[in-house]
Structure formats: C-alpha cells, structure tokens
C-alpha cells in the first residue's frame, strides 16, 4: 500500500494521507478541504430538552414492554446529557481554579 506524504501547512509537519474506505492513496489533487463543525452543549441541552417532551406526555401503560423501555431509555438518556452538559457549562463559568489562584494575587 502506498502513502502519500504532504507537509502539513499549519505545522509544517508531514502528513502520510490514505483514504480510509480503500487504503489507496489520496491525490493532493483530490483533497478537499472540509470544516469541522462542533455542537455546542447548549444544542445537546436542546436537543435532550425536546427528546424529554416527546415523550412526556405518553401514557406507558399503552405500550408493548419494548416501547415502554424506549421511552424510559429516552428518559434517561436525556437527564443524563442534560446533567452532563449543565455540569460542563457550570465547570467553564465558575472555575474555581483561576477563583482560588486570583484571591491569592489580591
């Protein structure tokens, strides 16, 4: 299998490129450029957010056992992104961290 070596711009290091589907080697002709978009914890919180109120109003005592597993799972699923993404949020506002080390430079 053959590797194609470029220099990396931003580095300036090399950069061995093989295409993952075929293990072939990637032309610098064929090389797109592509932009990482990152989801937010706050799109998570949403997103959970509106999974929960899906299936809020559900009356479980209808459904088979495997639908009534689904939206406990749903449930559970959402608290648990919600709980963790509020937990994130709340680590980068209140860093205790630069808190502790700036009432110890007054």
């Known amino acids: 299998m053959e590797k ?3 220099n990396d711009e ?3 290091e090399k950069v061995e490129i093989t295409d ?3 293990n ?3 032309d610098e002709i064929n090389m797109q450029e592509w932009e990482v978009e990152f989801t937010s914890d706050s799109e998570y919180i949403a997103a959970a957010t509106q999974a929960l109120a899906a299936v809020d109003s559900m009356d479980t005592a209808l459904m088979t056992k495997a639908d009534e597993q689904r939206v406990r799972r749903i449930r559970r699923q959402g608290l648990r992104i919600i ?3 509020l937990n994130s949020l ?3 506002i209140f860093d205790d961290n630069v808190a502790d080390n ?3 430079n007054e």
């Open 10 to 12: 931003l580095t300036n």
């Open 102 to 104: 700036s009432d110890n």
């Open 90 to 92: 709340y680590d980068e």
């Open 83 to 85: 709980s963790e993404c």
């Open 24 to 26: 072939e080697k990637v």
């Open 4 to 6: 194609k070596i470029i």
């Open 20 to 22: 993952i589907n075929t």
